[in-house]
């Protein structure tokens, strides 16, 4: 519409008057200027003219503190913002991949290690994939077997919950692997992202030694939880400590601002011995949350599919009406796995009769498995075995804490 | 003083209020609470966001000299908007529409496409560490009746209000978020006065439109204050009206005392050392307590400032008070300077060691501080930043006012570098149709005019009346057909007079009132009854309750009986004085029936018992 360059100094009709500002963009239909006063408005476009094109300011290059002598920590970036920068001129906010610039953001971090970057991803978690989950599992087995004394991961937090457990069954890490991001932006003096930064990168040197989310705990910047990357889901869709545990809680915290690392006894200890990289998956497996009166009919959709984790009702039920189609995927050779979508509580479907009839057709129960845990579980499962019965002995296994032996108490 | 001469310049930022159901970016109510009633707490740390060029916005740098742990308290009335939890909602139409009538009093014009931006405001009164704040409407003006030469009103700006600080570091929630508009002034007032008449005409436009919020801190003033050779100072948070003209007067004379300070201090050809001394080992055996504690004191020599630091600037402020404000910021409680020692626990030898340690010459002054290491350090540079801004004269700074009307300082002015886009809120297209057709509500200097004229009141009590809170009571009163007069003087003069009366009026609601005033108008209390419902309302008795128990005791033809009586038994003295026994006679029938029967209907039943008598018929 305008041939204006965002920057330009232009001269606009506004008011009663001319006044000078900064062209930013065009949005619908108006013209967007930064006045000097630093307010942005919009006016006609034709209510502004090209005043200059002012040459392009180079940041200043300020040293910024290493280290020195300190473990070194792997940054891997997949798009959730840990940094950001804000150009006053035109209000832009641009998010920082580069470990210079988000150590420059957060000074803090250099206190505790050396830091190397790796930007694999820019982009929005929900548009995540089994081939990127892939491509970061391969990375931060890479930045471990090159010396990093933990990792990293900066992601969405829309579904850091399944990456953070697709990387915990594909990565026998040995050492901390962080999942951390912000639920509000990091360019607000607010952000829960210099906290969930710095109590990150404390886990990743005293955490435990596998795959975990360090959130905040609370609405209040007092500590982090370190929940184990299988147990974890959001659970609110804007709060700071939207990312809860299943029971029994969070396997540790990170104190704020003293960043001292406490574990409950089940976190995984650290270990020296190699990492493991099993990156296998397939991506022919579906959840499906069952909803009273749902056509079996659907089951139709997945019947080329290797696997299909069911979130039933309560104890892990479906319509009685779904039994005699899931007994032909069965036999077709689709693993079904059950689990409840009351998300708390453990499947057992030895008590109705329904429950009876799934397990008699061949459906595995989920234990107190996530959903979500038991989908990614299961690609990662069918992508590293076409054994059905070896299928079915990893899905019943234990492999990552993704389900409890014994339900302790409560949510 | 000749303000004019001296060059003052000065303008006016006036932060209201809107009177909205809801807030301007979730659906909270607009209520502010007793922090007693809080429900819940959380804690939070802020920081500045680095810009592209790697620059702090300087306001914020200063705020950021500390490590600071905000608290916010949270009610029932709160959200997670509030605790910037929740994206913002859709900004508030009622308060834009609000706005925009604002604007369109004052001739301004909208802005085509209307943009929120967060500023940055890293104080704690943000959640979020920002305000969100619009450019509304621009250009309207300030009539030449109220500003000779008139004035501009340069910009109308719709943004968010901050939280209510409790205490130190800890703010209540309730108030972030309510709606108000920030209008601006060109800088055309050339005397303290005119600052002050300019500030109550933004203050009755904005009352005309009957949705703002009324009462103490819903209105807050801020003045941009220059002198020629000085430089632009915003005091903030004047909630006084009348405290405005004084605000100014001294802060002309604060510039006046920093320019003759600066102009002394060149002649002795003054400096500030770069060098920074530990001074902790002089301190070693003091009985001073603030330096017994410290971990480190550093000293400071300011060359040729010897008496200068304690010479006053306006009242109760020195140049010390303005270098320890700057020092506060690092955290620590204040600082000593060789201009007010020996004291505190300061001996004179200490004193002369100190001036040794710092090859202090008899007219240079050595400033010192203590504290941590880190806030020391901070605290002693932004001593020698103070005294080095005093060799330039007046600094430009955000000040804010203390309750004689002299201020201290807060922090730089903030610059552009601190505003950047809220993009969780949609820019509003202000389209022809909005603008033109909301309704300009009439002013109210316009309506204490017409009061005057159509309801006959004195012009004096129409416009107390126009400018009352209690104005849109007076409306429905009077809609209701209650005698203007009697509506007015119980409004403006009997609850003010009940109030003086220790009578708890705040417990009197409207109805209440309406209530009274009707059955007055009814006859079924007498006007001179008025003040003695209303204190038995305020008392807790139900308005039905309490007119009946004013209510007359004595009937029309009781009062007829009564006035036949005394008019009998003086008929004498009626004859002897004619119709001036009207007047005599009124005191001893009143006294009679005690107040609770209209005067002017004794007046009238007796006037036609003295007629009776003269005329014979009384015979």
């Not at chain 1, 969405?156 to 457990?165: F, K, P, V």
């Not at chain 2, 919020?213 to 003045?223: N, Y």
């Not at chain 2, 002795?268 to 003091?286: K, L, N, Q, Y």
């Amino acid at each position: 519409m305008t041939s204006l360059t965002s920057g330009d100094r232009v001269r606009c009709l506004a008011g009663a008057k001319e006044r000078e500002g900064t062209y930013i963009t065009d949005r619908d239909g108006m013209a967007v200027v930064k006045l000097d006063s630093g307010y942005n408005i919009g006016i006609h476009p034709g209510s502004c003219a090209f005043l200059s094109r002012p040459e392009a300011v180079i940041a200043p290059d300020r040293g910024i503190p290493e280290g020195e002598g300190l473990p070194l920590l792997s940054i891997v970036s997949t798009g959730g913002t840990i940094a950001s920068r804000i150009d006053y001129r035109t209000g832009a906010v641009t998010s920082q991949f580069d470990a210079r610039d988000i150590l420059r953001a957060i000074p803090g971090l250099a206190g505790i290690g050396r830091f190397r970057a790796k930007q694999l991803s820019t982009i929005l978690s929900e548009n995540m994939t089994p081939g990127i989950w892939r491509e970061l599992a391969r990375a931060v087995y890479g930045e471990i077997r090159e010396g990093a004394a933990g990792v990293i991961v900066t992601h969405g937090t829309d579904t850091m919950g399944y990456s953070a457990a697709a990387i915990a069954f594909m990565v026998d890490a040995g050492v901390p692997v962080i999942f951390t991001g912000s639920q509000r932006s990091a360019d607000r003096p607010s952000s829960d992202n210099v906290m969930n930064a710095l109590c990150s990168a404390s886990a990743a040197l005293s955490g435990p030694g596998e795959v975990v989310v360090v959130m905040h705990d609370s609405p209040s910047d007092d500590r982090c939880a370190i929940h184990r990357g299988t147990r974890v889901r959001k659970m609110h869709s804007s709060r700071r400590d939207a990312f809860r545990s299943s029971a029994p809680g969070p396997i540790g915290y990170v104190e704020y601002p003293s960043l001292k690392v406490s574990l409950m006894g089940d976190a995984r200890p650290r270990s020296d011995r190699e990492p493991a990289l099993a990156d296998g998956l397939d991506d022919r497996c579906a959840l499906l949350t069952f909803v009273p009166g749902l056509s079996p009919d659907i089951l139709r959709a997945f019947e080329d599919y290797h696997g299909l984790v069911l979130a039933g009702s309560g104890l892990g039920h479906v319509s009685s009406s779904w039994i005699a189609p899931l007994a032909a995927m069965v036999e077709e050779g689709t693993m079904v796995v059950m689990t409840t979508q009351c998300l708390h509580g453990r499947v057992c479907d030895r008590v109705y009769d329904t429950g009876r009839d799934l397990l008699r057709v061949g459906v595995i129960e989920g234990e107190d498995m996530l959903p979500e845990t038991a989908l990614v579980k299961m690609m990662w499962v069918l992508g590293n075995t076409r054994d059905p019965g070896e299928a079915r002995d990893l899905m019943r296994a234990n492999l990552r804490g993704e389900y409890t032996g014994r339900s302790i108490d409560g949510f | 003083m000749d303000f004019k001469a001296l060059g003052l310049r000065a303008g006016i930022e006036i932060h209201q209020q809107l009177d909205t159901s809801g807030k301007l970016f979730c659906r909270c109510p607009t209520r502010v609470r007793p922090t007693a009633e809080h429900e819940g707490e959380f804690f939070r740390y802020l920081r500045a966001t680095e810009s592209e060029l790697g620059e702090i916005d300087e306001a914020a740098r200063e705020e950021m000299k500390q490590s600071r742990r905000f608290t916010y308290y949270t009610y029932d009335t709160t959200c997670l908007v509030e605790n910037d939890e929740e994206p913002p909602g859709p900004l508030n139409q009622e308060a834009l529409d609000i706005s925009l009538t604002i604007g369109k009093l004052f001739g301004m014009t909208p802005i085509p496409q209307v943009n929120t931006m967060r500023k940055l405001v890293i104080d704690g009164s943000n959640t979020s560490g920002f305000q969100r704040t619009a450019l509304v409407a621009v250009d309207g003006w300030l009539p030449e009746g109220v500003l000779e030469g008139g004035g501009e009103i340069e910009t109308l700006c719709l943004e968010e209000e901050a939280a209510q600080r409790v205490e130190g570091d800890c703010f209540s929630l309730d108030r972030l978020g309510i709606p108000l508009v920030e209008i601006t002034t060109s800088p055309a007032m050339k005397t303290p006065e005119e600052v002050q008449k300019v500030a109550e005409y933004l203050g009755m436009v904005l009352r005309s439109t009957g949705r703002v919020k009324r009462g103490l801190g819903t209105i807050r003033q801020d003045v941009n204050i220059s002198i020629r050779d000085g430089a632009r100072v915003e005091i903030k948070g004047v909630q006084e009206l009348d405290l405005i003209a004084e605000v100014v007067r001294r802060e002309v004379q604060r510039q006046q005392s920093l320019l003759a300070i600066r102009d002394e201090l060149r002649k002795r050809a003054a400096s500030v050392d770069p060098e920074i001394i530990d001074v902790t080992g002089i301190f070693a055996g003091t009985k001073s307590g603030i330096l017994k504690q410290a971990e480190l004191i550093l000293a400071v020599r300011l060359r040729g400032f010897g008496g200068i630091l304690g010479r006053e600037i306006q009242p109760g402020r020195r140049l010390g008070s303005e270098i320890s404000d700057y020092a506060k910021k690092c955290g620590v409680g204040g600082i000593f300077h060789t201009d007010e020692l020996p004291a505190y626990g300061i001996t004179a030898g200490e004193v002369e060691r100190l001036r040794t340690a710092a090859a202090a010459a008899p007219d240079d002054c050595v400033a010192i501080v203590a504290d941590t290491g880190p806030r020391t350090e901070c605290a002693v540079r932004q001593i020698a930043r103070r005294a080095g801004l005093a060799l330039d004269g007046v600094p430009e700074e955000t000040r804010k006012m203390l309750p004689d009307g002299s201020t201290a300082y807060m922090r730089p002015l903030p610059g552009a570098a601190r505003m950047y886009p809220e993009t969780d809120v949609v820019p509003e297209l202000i389209l022809d149709a909005r603008w033109e057709g909301l309704p300009t509500p009439e002013l109210l200097s316009a309506r204490a005019d017409r009061y005057a004229l159509e309801l006959g009141l004195d012009p004096s009590i129409a416009r107390q009346l126009a400018y009352s809170e209690r104005l849109p009571l007076f409306d429905q009163a009077v809609a209701g057909k209650v005698s203007p007069g009697i509506a007015a003087r119980t409004l403006l003069s009997t609850l003010k007079e009940l109030a003086r009366d220790q009578v708890p009026v705040e417990r009197i609601g409207d109805d209440d009132i309406i209530a009274t005033l009707r059955a007055v108008e009814e006859g079924r209390a007498a006007k001179e009854a008025i003040p003695g419902i209303l204190q038995r309302i305020a008392g807790g008795v139900p308005p039905d309750k309490a007119i009946a128990e004013c209510a007359p005791t004595i009937s029309r033809a009781d009062l007829l009986i009564l006035a036949r009586r005394i008019v009998g038994e003086r008929t004498a003295f009626v004859r002897e004085r004619g119709k001036g026994a009207l007047g005599p006679l009124m005191g001893v029938l009143m006294a009679e029936v005690r107040g609770s029967v209209d005067g002017k209907l004794v007046s009238s039943v007796l006037r036609e018992e003295i007629d009776r008598l003269l005329s014979g018929e009384g015979l």
